[in-house]
Protein backbone atom coordinates (compact mmCIF):
# COMPACT_ATOMS: atom_id res chain seq x y z
CA UNK A 1 0.00 0.00 0.00
CA UNK A 2 1.40 3.66 -0.74
CA UNK A 3 2.41 5.19 2.04
CA UNK A 4 0.49 8.37 1.53
CA UNK A 5 -2.71 5.97 1.54
CA UNK A 6 -1.65 4.46 4.88
CA UNK A 7 -0.92 7.62 6.47
CA UNK A 8 -3.89 9.66 5.35
CA UNK A 9 -6.07 6.30 6.32
CA UNK A 10 -4.38 6.83 9.91
CA UNK A 11 -4.82 10.72 10.12
CA UNK A 12 -8.80 9.80 9.18
CA UNK A 13 -8.87 7.35 11.81
CA UNK A 14 -7.57 9.23 14.29
CA UNK A 15 -9.54 11.93 14.00
CA UNK A 16 -12.68 9.88 13.18
CA UNK A 17 -11.76 8.53 17.30
CA UNK A 18 -11.12 11.88 18.83
CA UNK A 19 -13.45 14.23 16.96
CA UNK A 20 -16.35 12.63 16.07
CA UNK A 21 -17.81 14.14 12.93
CA UNK A 22 -16.23 17.51 13.24
CA UNK A 23 -12.83 15.61 12.96
CA UNK A 24 -14.27 14.19 9.74
CA UNK A 25 -14.92 17.41 9.05
CA UNK A 26 -11.72 18.44 9.86
CA UNK A 27 -10.31 15.79 7.64
CA UNK A 28 -12.26 16.68 4.52
CA UNK A 29 -11.08 20.50 4.74
CA UNK A 30 -7.31 19.67 4.64
CA UNK A 31 -8.08 18.36 0.78
CA UNK A 32 -10.66 21.48 0.54
CA UNK A 33 -8.01 23.87 1.46
CA UNK A 34 -5.39 21.56 -1.09
CA UNK A 35 -7.75 22.16 -4.19
CA UNK A 36 -8.22 26.06 -3.21
CA UNK A 37 -4.26 26.70 -2.91
CA UNK A 38 -3.72 24.36 -6.15
CA UNK A 39 -6.35 26.45 -7.86
CA UNK A 40 -5.23 30.00 -6.58
CA UNK A 41 -1.80 28.79 -8.06
CA UNK A 42 -2.90 27.72 -11.01
CA UNK A 43 -4.29 31.21 -11.39
CA UNK A 44 -1.28 33.22 -10.53
CA UNK A 45 0.32 31.68 -13.40
CA UNK A 46 -1.77 34.22 -15.46
CA UNK A 47 -0.15 37.49 -16.06
CA UNK A 48 -3.21 39.05 -16.59
CA UNK A 49 -4.21 38.19 -12.95
CA UNK A 50 -3.15 39.55 -9.64
CA UNK A 51 -1.68 37.44 -7.44
CA UNK A 52 -2.25 39.82 -4.32
CA UNK A 53 -6.09 39.56 -5.17
CA UNK A 54 -6.10 35.76 -6.30
CA UNK A 55 -4.43 35.44 -2.63
CA UNK A 56 -7.56 37.68 -0.67
CA UNK A 57 -10.09 35.45 -2.44
CA UNK A 58 -7.97 32.33 -1.52
CA UNK A 59 -7.55 33.19 1.98
CA UNK A 60 -11.48 34.02 1.91
CA UNK A 61 -12.40 31.06 1.13
CA UNK A 62 -9.91 29.02 3.27
CA UNK A 63 -11.68 30.79 6.32
CA UNK A 64 -14.83 29.97 5.23
CA UNK A 65 -13.84 26.09 5.04
CA UNK A 66 -11.83 26.94 8.15
CA UNK A 67 -14.77 28.46 10.31
CA UNK A 68 -17.93 27.44 8.55
CA UNK A 69 -17.33 23.81 7.02
CA UNK A 70 -15.71 22.65 10.23
CA UNK A 71 -17.47 24.55 13.36
CA UNK A 72 -20.77 25.67 11.37
CA UNK A 73 -22.48 28.61 10.72
CA UNK A 74 -22.96 30.33 13.87
CA UNK A 75 -22.29 33.61 16.29
CA UNK A 76 -19.01 32.86 16.65
CA UNK A 77 -17.63 31.43 13.49
CA UNK A 78 -19.21 34.90 12.05
CA UNK A 79 -17.32 37.23 14.21
CA UNK A 80 -13.88 35.07 13.90
CA UNK A 81 -14.63 35.30 10.21
CA UNK A 82 -14.84 39.48 10.57
CA UNK A 83 -12.32 39.44 12.51
CA UNK A 84 -9.98 37.54 9.77
CA UNK A 85 -11.09 39.24 7.15
CA UNK A 86 -9.96 42.60 9.16
CA UNK A 87 -6.35 41.37 9.83
CA UNK A 88 -6.06 40.11 6.78
CA UNK A 89 -6.29 43.40 4.91
CA UNK A 90 -4.39 45.07 7.32
CA UNK A 91 -1.50 42.63 7.46
CA UNK A 92 -1.78 42.85 3.71
CA UNK A 93 -0.52 46.21 3.25
CA UNK A 94 1.94 45.36 6.22
CA UNK A 95 3.10 42.54 3.96
CA UNK A 96 3.48 44.82 1.02
CA UNK A 97 5.35 47.45 2.43
CA UNK A 98 8.15 45.33 4.29
CA UNK A 99 8.35 43.31 1.04
CA UNK A 100 9.18 46.29 -1.23
CA UNK A 101 11.64 47.90 1.29
CA UNK A 102 13.61 44.52 2.12
CA UNK A 103 13.47 43.19 -1.34
CA UNK A 104 13.02 39.66 -0.21
CA UNK A 105 11.30 38.53 -3.35
CA UNK A 106 12.51 36.84 -6.23
CA UNK A 107 15.45 33.81 -5.64
CA UNK A 108 18.72 34.26 -3.45
CA UNK A 109 22.06 33.12 -4.74
CA UNK A 110 21.66 29.96 -3.19
CA UNK A 111 18.67 28.88 -5.39
CA UNK A 112 20.21 30.26 -8.60
CA UNK A 113 22.45 27.88 -9.27
CA UNK A 114 19.61 25.25 -9.39
CA UNK A 115 17.64 27.49 -11.57
CA UNK A 116 20.26 28.83 -13.97
CA UNK A 117 18.79 26.58 -16.89
CA UNK A 118 15.45 27.97 -16.36
CA UNK A 119 14.22 31.72 -17.33
CA UNK A 120 12.95 33.96 -15.08
CA UNK A 121 11.06 35.85 -17.12
CA UNK A 122 7.84 34.81 -16.16
CA UNK A 123 5.69 37.88 -16.69
CA UNK A 124 4.23 37.92 -12.71
CA UNK A 125 5.73 40.72 -10.38
CA UNK A 126 7.49 38.91 -7.77
CA UNK A 127 6.92 41.50 -4.83
CA UNK A 128 3.42 40.86 -5.44
CA UNK A 129 3.66 36.84 -5.50
CA UNK A 130 6.44 37.26 -2.32
CA UNK A 131 3.17 38.75 -0.48
CA UNK A 132 0.96 36.13 -1.84
CA UNK A 133 2.98 33.12 -0.26
CA UNK A 134 3.09 35.39 3.26
CA UNK A 135 -0.27 35.93 3.61
CA UNK A 136 -1.12 32.37 2.94
CA UNK A 137 1.48 30.99 5.24
CA UNK A 138 -0.68 33.30 8.25
CA UNK A 139 -4.22 32.26 6.77
CA UNK A 140 -3.99 29.39 9.18
CA UNK A 141 -2.73 30.21 12.36
CA UNK A 142 -5.19 34.07 11.82
CA UNK A 143 -8.29 31.26 11.85
CA UNK A 144 -7.22 29.15 14.13
CA UNK A 145 -6.52 31.84 16.82
CA UNK A 146 -9.74 34.37 15.79
CA UNK A 147 -11.86 30.85 16.73
CA UNK A 148 -10.09 29.79 19.60
CA UNK A 149 -10.86 33.79 20.91
CA UNK A 150 -14.20 34.26 20.15
CA UNK A 151 -15.57 30.50 21.21
CA UNK A 152 -14.43 30.74 24.81
CA UNK A 153 -15.69 34.64 24.82
CA UNK A 154 -19.08 33.45 23.63
CA UNK A 155 -19.49 30.09 26.46
CA UNK A 156 -18.51 33.31 29.09
CA UNK A 157 -21.37 35.68 27.68
CA UNK A 158 -23.49 32.71 28.01
CA UNK A 159 -22.57 31.98 31.49
CA UNK A 160 -22.61 35.75 32.44
CA UNK A 161 -24.97 37.64 30.88
CA UNK A 162 -25.43 40.48 31.63
CA UNK A 163 -21.10 41.39 31.28
CA UNK A 164 -20.35 44.31 30.36
CA UNK A 165 -18.42 44.96 26.85
CA UNK A 166 -15.53 46.18 28.55
CA UNK A 167 -14.99 43.12 30.92
CA UNK A 168 -16.14 40.71 28.08
CA UNK A 169 -13.08 42.60 25.72
CA UNK A 170 -10.64 42.35 28.79
CA UNK A 171 -11.67 38.21 28.71
CA UNK A 172 -11.32 37.97 25.09
CA UNK A 173 -7.55 39.77 25.63
CA UNK A 174 -6.51 37.61 28.54
CA UNK A 175 -7.44 34.45 26.62
CA UNK A 176 -5.19 35.82 23.62
CA UNK A 177 -2.53 36.14 25.95
CA UNK A 178 -2.58 32.77 27.06
CA UNK A 179 -2.74 31.17 23.41
CA UNK A 180 0.14 34.11 22.03
CA UNK A 181 2.95 32.37 23.30
CA UNK A 182 2.61 28.70 21.66
CA UNK A 183 1.11 29.92 18.65
CA UNK A 184 4.01 32.43 18.04
CA UNK A 185 6.34 29.25 18.89
CA UNK A 186 4.50 27.09 16.55
CA UNK A 187 4.78 29.57 13.79
CA UNK A 188 8.71 29.59 14.43
CA UNK A 189 9.13 25.76 14.66
CA UNK A 190 7.13 25.11 11.97
CA UNK A 191 8.72 27.66 9.23
CA UNK A 192 12.60 26.58 10.56
CA UNK A 193 11.65 22.94 10.70
CA UNK A 194 11.08 22.76 7.08
CA UNK A 195 14.03 25.24 6.49
CA UNK A 196 16.88 22.77 8.70
CA UNK A 197 18.15 21.29 5.65
CA UNK A 198 19.41 24.72 4.24
CA UNK A 199 20.64 25.72 8.11
CA UNK A 200 22.62 22.05 7.70
CA UNK A 201 24.12 23.53 4.06
CA UNK A 202 25.00 26.97 5.46
CA UNK A 203 27.34 25.05 8.25
CA UNK A 204 28.17 22.70 5.57
CA UNK A 205 29.54 25.95 3.45
CA UNK A 206 31.20 27.78 6.53
CA UNK A 207 28.62 30.49 6.42
CA UNK A 208 29.73 32.93 9.32
CA UNK A 209 26.35 34.45 11.13
CA UNK A 210 26.65 37.70 9.15
CA UNK A 211 26.50 35.82 6.19
CA UNK A 212 23.67 33.58 7.06
CA UNK A 213 21.69 36.56 8.34
CA UNK A 214 22.02 38.63 5.65
CA UNK A 215 21.34 35.86 2.83
CA UNK A 216 18.23 36.34 0.77
CA UNK A 217 16.90 33.03 1.58
CA UNK A 218 17.10 33.41 5.73
CA UNK A 219 16.07 36.95 6.02
CA UNK A 220 12.83 36.06 3.39
CA UNK A 221 12.60 33.29 6.04
CA UNK A 222 12.52 35.23 9.14
CA UNK A 223 10.42 37.89 7.84
CA UNK A 224 7.44 35.32 6.87
CA UNK A 225 7.99 34.17 10.49
CA UNK A 226 7.70 37.76 12.10
CA UNK A 227 4.86 38.40 9.64
CA UNK A 228 2.83 35.43 10.88
CA UNK A 229 3.69 36.38 14.17
CA UNK A 230 2.01 39.71 13.76
CA UNK A 231 -1.01 38.78 12.17
CA UNK A 232 -1.35 36.10 15.23
CA UNK A 233 -0.86 38.71 17.48
CA UNK A 234 -3.15 41.52 15.99
CA UNK A 235 -6.10 39.03 15.47
CA UNK A 236 -6.28 38.78 19.19
CA UNK A 237 -7.63 42.29 19.95
CA UNK A 238 -9.61 42.40 17.02
CA UNK A 239 -11.25 39.61 17.52
CA UNK A 240 -12.05 40.44 21.42
CA UNK A 241 -13.19 43.79 20.15
CA UNK A 242 -15.59 42.81 17.59
CA UNK A 243 -17.05 39.41 19.14
CA UNK A 244 -17.60 41.96 22.25
CA UNK A 245 -19.38 44.63 20.14
CA UNK A 246 -21.41 42.06 18.30
CA UNK A 247 -22.23 39.48 21.48
CA UNK A 248 -23.51 42.31 23.67
CA UNK A 249 -24.97 44.52 20.56
CA UNK A 250 -27.52 40.81 20.28
CA UNK A 251 -28.12 40.74 24.08
CA UNK A 252 -29.37 44.77 23.70
CA UNK A 253 -31.51 43.97 20.52
CA UNK A 254 -33.26 41.23 22.96
CA UNK A 255 -33.93 43.20 26.02
CA UNK A 256 -37.39 45.39 25.84
CA UNK A 257 -37.45 48.58 25.87
CA UNK A 258 -39.28 50.97 28.60
Known amino acids: MNVLVLLGIILF ?14 FFALFLNFVVVLLAV ?22 CINLFYINEINIKTKTA ?22 MIQGFGEEEIEELGIFSLYIG ?4 KLATAVIIMS ?4 ITDAAIAISS ?7 HHPNISRKDLFKFGISIGRDILGTSANTLFFAFFGSYLALLIWFK ?29 TLIIPITAWISAFYFVKIRDKKVPQP
Do not use: H, W
Not at 217 to 222: P, Q, V
Open 152 to 158: PMYEAFC
Open 81 to 102: FVSTLITIVILLVFIVVITEQA
Open 13 to 26: LLMIVIGGKKGARS
Open 42 to 63: LFMNDPSLNPIVITVIACTIIS
Open 124 to 127: IDFV
Open 204 to 232: DLSYSIEEIVNSKIFSAEMITILCAGTGV
Open 138 to 141: TIGA
